[in-house]
């Protein structure tokens, strides 16, 4: 097949999409060495590559990497308050080193993040903070953002094997401790019978409070009915709409350590539905200490997690990884605080 290239104009990446029949985001990914694109797919592009003579300038990619002007945000969840202020956080320095932030949400959906990566990636970021979906996977994330391109992730882990490529920093919350502390102030208030409410197992940082939890438990004897642990989707909502599973089967709890505050919220709704007065008949925590944590009714005992520091954090951290691509990998771990407030009450006499 004969180019349709004029004489003397550079070949660009749409010129090789077009003439392949396949996206631009499809080329940028072959050129990137992504296993995300199938083995015929990527024969086709690399042929039509040398048929017309691309040039793929990767010190020139590398420089306008080094000096570009935005960072790339993408969160789990935008309805979550948390996110919010963790994203002006985030913004608070990138603002600051005179970038712009880039923002996706994937609402819980892997298949959504890659999409959302793949196109924040096509505007050149000089980096990314990723709160993943639950199930994301390794590979296919660093797939999707390339191995050059600096990435941090944040609160939850990557699952499945790690590519041989893989580097990328971390800032995680102290969820195993937080969720063991806001336990053991249950039981200290007086409570035997503590469910485990909210999230799911697909979540890095649901099980890592789930575990928290079983330990502080364990720790004292008491027992757990498995209709004390129940799952749902990390928003209000959901969490309204699930309550109902923590009295299905007899005994039924006495309270509840909530997966985060969106859930905590959720959860009173639900509990008020059954006539039931949270912080008077059933006591709970949340996880995060949004600020309507505070303002609630009853206000909301729970673990502060600092989401604007946290988000200020997350920038720097990239931002440091930009001035130095080749350190090592950093992982590090944000304690958490529990703020007792008035949803705690002892149970029932």
């Given at each position: ?21 396949v ?10 060495d ?5 083995k015929?797919t ?40 948390f996110?919010a ?22 609402s ?30 390794a ?21 499945g ?19 063991r ?25 649901c ?15 008491f ?24 009295f ?56 502060a ?17 930009l ?12 304690p ?14």
């Amino acid at each position: 097949m004969e180019s349709n290239t004029p004489l003397g104009r550079k070949v660009t990446v749409r010129d090789i999409a077009a003439a392949c029949g396949v996206s631009r985001a499809t080329v940028s990914l072959v050129l990137r060495d992504s296993p995300l694109v199938n083995k015929d797919t990527r024969a086709r592009v690399e042929e039509e590559l040398r048929r017309q003579g691309y040039v793929y300038n990767r010190a020139a990619a590398n420089l306008r990497r080094r000096t570009s002007s935005s960072i790339a945000l993408v969160i789990n969840e935008l309805a979550n308050p948390f996110f919010a202020e963790f994203a002006a956080g985030v913004d608070d320095v990138v603002g600051e080193a005179g970038m712009v932030t880039l923002l996706g949400s994937s609402s819980e959906s892997p298949k959504r993040e890659q999409a959302v990566l793949g196109s924040l990636i096509e505007h050149g970021p000089g980096g990314i903070i990723l709160s993943p979906a639950e199930g994301s996977d390794a590979r296919q994330v660093l797939a999707a953002v390339g191995a050059r391109t600096p990435l941090l992730v944040f609160n939850r882990e990557l699952s499945g094997e790690q590519p041989e490529y893989a580097h990328w920093d971390s800032l995680a919350l102290d969820n195993q401790q937080g969720a063991r502390e806001a336990t053991a102030h249950l039981i200290a208030q007086g409570h035997r019978r503590i469910a485990f409410f909210g999230g799911h197992g697909d979540s890095s940082s649901c099980r890592q409070r789930r575990a928290g939890y079983r330990e502080a438990m364990k720790a004292v004897g008491f027992p757990m009915a498995p209709h004390w642990e129940v799952e749902c989707l990390p928003t209000r909502l959901d969490a309204a709409r699930c309550a109902e599973a923590l009295f299905k089967a007899d005994p039924a709890p006495t309270a509840a350590v909530c997966y985060n505050d969106a859930v905590a919220l959720g959860l009173m709704h639900g509990l008020a539905e059954r006539g039931l007065a949270p912080g008077q008949d059933f006591a709970l925590t949340g996880f995060d200490d949004i600020a309507e944590a505070a303002l609630a009714t009853p206000s909301l005992t729970t673990l502060a997690a600092a989401p604007r520091a946290r988000g200020r954090q997350a920038a720097q951290m990239l931002l440091e990884r930009l001035r130095d691509p080749e350190a090592e990998a950093r992982r590090i771990v944000a304690p958490v605080k529990l703020v007792i407030r008035a949803s705690s009450c002892p149970p029932l006499a």
